[in-house]
């Protein structure tokens, strides 16, 4: 049948009357000595919005209509098996609809064929989607994928997460993940609409089930001992708590925005995203190494514009606020949480040095996550999407999002250094040169001399530098702890690798901390040219280790990471890698010589690197390797 209407009502409501009064019995039948009976009919329907009305009427808001957004979408085809509505609920902030529906394979399967449908439990059961205001936001099927996504990155970017915020996440799964630490002390979930989260509680409890977590005493998570919600705007919440820096509230670890998407145009989402005193407030409510994530929405294509001029722009003016507060921002996305499109998140540190956790190796993160994690009571794994290998894939950000960055206006300077080589630019391989004993003098070791003449401007062993080896702050620093150590056999195992990697590798701190890069070529050779005799790197305005003001040391010498900037951290080994270009002609014969105080970051560091090299130039000392030589000959 197609019922049509030109009234203001819904149709929804009505469909269990149309299922009694058009739905048609099937007889009783008989098979073999048994009366059997039909199963009851299915209703299969659609509901699709008709007329006129997008350009047509000055007063009509498309957001406003929750039938034409997502729940649209979903209501409108017929391929689902069901479509049954659990409640369509207006709230005083927002309308409220959970649906239950039939995934459009399972419903086609035929029961006795071994498809991955038929054979899959999880399939045979209805999902359940929610809507705010007719935007999906989390199914049965895809919301561990999205909340794991959302918490946990956060969760191991902190060292020992005890305090926790929740801004949102009405549904309780946000809270369900965030309890599976065990390190976790208090949590404080502020959400504004209590009635949500009594619907959620009643007719979605899988989200906040709690049940099967091994350090919960409670069935629902919204009853742990270790949480609080507390039914509040959290724009007013936050600010009147922490608007001032010197606020003697106790702050937090981790604040998680599990809120509305920053774009969705409804009012309740604009102090949340748009207002700098709020997020000035956020960061005041962090611990000194804090953490920050919210969801970011739908992610962006590759043939979209930058978030400044596209829809994205009010994401753009909160990311702007984010980058005067946070020291470091960090985007990724997931695929998995059945939005039909990939889902963006922004991690932001509060203190660079975090930088260090969030760039852990997988089995640093894998080791990490066992001994944090609650067990289960059902023996089944803790999680169901994120692993230690996920993490790895979110320390990259999307291509795409790389892609729209570099559209903006004023193109960022990293754009054009660190994606692609210029294809008019001379690269000289490794073979042009060779490693034989320095000129420098009688404290020098080897040297890299040019085997042919190496033009101006030209980079050199350009492919070979992705060959580099990195080691890392957490890496570097168990070399240290032994080095250092009370053992003296451990000691001396280890001296031969730290003289290697601190007298052939650069240090730098763009991982968050302390952390070396060792040439795996020959070029590892090239020697530092004393009092500005370089002839090879990268700009450094002609300040040496002579001239150096060490009271007032150049920005670009100790620069860190940028605090932004989805090119830079795509391509990080590729920077620190990268070893400049020849600053003039290089002659065949020539030694090729580099600036080593553009090698290091850290401004202590750096004073001391000043300090060694004076005297190396001033033939007072010799080099960290050819001191070690010496002393093991």
């Not at 000194?288 to 994205?312: H, K, M, N, W, Y």
């Amino acid at each position: 049948m197609d019922l049509f209407t030109c009234g203001a009502a819904p149709l929804i409501p009505i469909l269990p009357l149309i299922k009694r009064l058009f739905a048609i019995p099937s007889n009783d039948i008989i098979v073999g000595d048994r009366n059997e009976a039909q199963t009851e009919p299915t209703m299969l329907w659609s509901h699709k919005l008709r007329g006129f009305r997008h350009g047509f009427s000055a007063s009509y808001k498309a957001h406003e209509n929750p039938l034409d957004q997502d729940l649209g979408d979903v209501l409108s085809v017929h391929n689902f098996g069901m479509k049954f509505p659990l409640v369509s609920e207006e709230t005083d902030f927002q309308h409220v609809d959970i649906f239950e529906v039939t995934n459009p394979r399972v419903h086609s399967a035929i029961p006795n064929e071994r498809s991955s449908e038929s054979l899959d439990p999880d399939l045979q059961t209805p999902d359940k989607i929610l809507f705010l205001d007719g935007v999906q936001q989390s199914s049965l099927r895809g919301e561990a994928a999205y909340h794991e996504a959302l918490v946990h990155p956060s969760m191991i970017a902190h060292p020992n997460p005890k305090r926790v915020a929740i801004i949102g996440g009405g549904e309780g799964a946000t809270l369900r993940e965030v309890l599976k630490h065990n390190t976790v002390e208090h949590v404080m979930m502020v959400e504004i609409d209590e009635e949500l989260v009594e619907m959620c509680d009643e007719f979605m409890p899988e989200w906040s089930d709690c049940s099967d977590i091994a350090g919960s005493d409670a069935d629902s998570c919204f009853n742990d001992s270790r949480a609080v919600v507390e039914f509040e705007d959290a724009f007013n919440w936050f600010i009147d708590r922490f608007e001032d820096d010197g606020s003697t509230e106790e702050k937090f670890d981790v604040i998680i925005m599990d809120a509305l998407d920053p774009d969705q145009l409804v009012e309740i989402v604009g102090s949340l995203y748009k207002n700098n005193v709020f997020i000035q407030s956020l960061a005041n409510a962090l611990t000194e190494d804090g953490v920050f994530v919210v969801q970011l929405g739908e992610s962006e294509a590759i043939d979209d514009p930058p978030d400044e001029i596209g829809t994205a722009i009010d994401t753009a003016r909160m990311m702007d606020a984010l980058q005067n507060v946070f020291e470091s921002m960090h985007e990724y996305d997931e695929g998995h949480s059945h939005f039909n499109a990939p889902w963006s998140y922004l991690v932001c540190l509060k203190n660079s040095e975090s930088r260090a956790n969030w760039y852990r190796n997988a089995p640093e993160i894998q080791i990490d996550m066992h001994q944090r994690l609650h067990g289960t009571e059902s023996g089944e794994p803790a999680l169901l999407f994120f692993d230690a290998p996920t993490m790895i894939s979110y320390q990259v950000p999307p291509k795409a999002k790389e892609t729209t960055y570099c559209r903006k206006e004023d193109k960022p300077q990293e754009c054009n250094e660190l994606i692609g080589i210029d294809p008019k630019l001379a690269t000289i391989p490794i073979s042009h040169a060779e490693a034989r004993k320095s000129t420098l003098g009688e404290f020098a070791g080897r040297g890299l001399f040019a085997s042919q003449d190496i033009p101006k401007g030209a980079s050199l062993d350009l492919d070979g530098s992705v060959k580099a080896f990195h080691v890392l702050p957490s890496t570097f620093s168990v070399i240290y702890d032994q080095y250092d150590g009370e053992s003296e056999f451990a000691s001396e195992e280890v001296s031969p690798l730290v003289a290697f990697v601190e007298g052939y590798g650069y240090g730098a701190t763009l991982w968050g901390k302390e952390h070396y890069t060792v040439d795996s070529s020959i070029a590892t050779f090239s020697n530092h040219g004393c009092n500005g005799t370089y002839n090879f790197g990268e700009k450094t305005d002609e300040i040496t280790e002579m001239n150096i003001d060490l009271d007032n040391i150049p920005e670009f010498f100790c620069a860190k990471a940028n605090v932004y900037s989805p090119v830079f951290e795509r391509h990080l080994r590729q920077k620190s890698a990268m070893g400049g270009y020849a600053r003039r002609d290089i002659r065949q014969g020539e030694e090729i010589l580099c600036n080593y105080l553009a090698f290091d970051a850290d401004q202590d560091q750096l004073k001391v690197e000043i300090a060694n090299l004076r005297s190396q130039c001033a033939g007072e000392t010799m080099g960290q390797i050819t001191e070690y030589e010496s002393w093991t000959e």
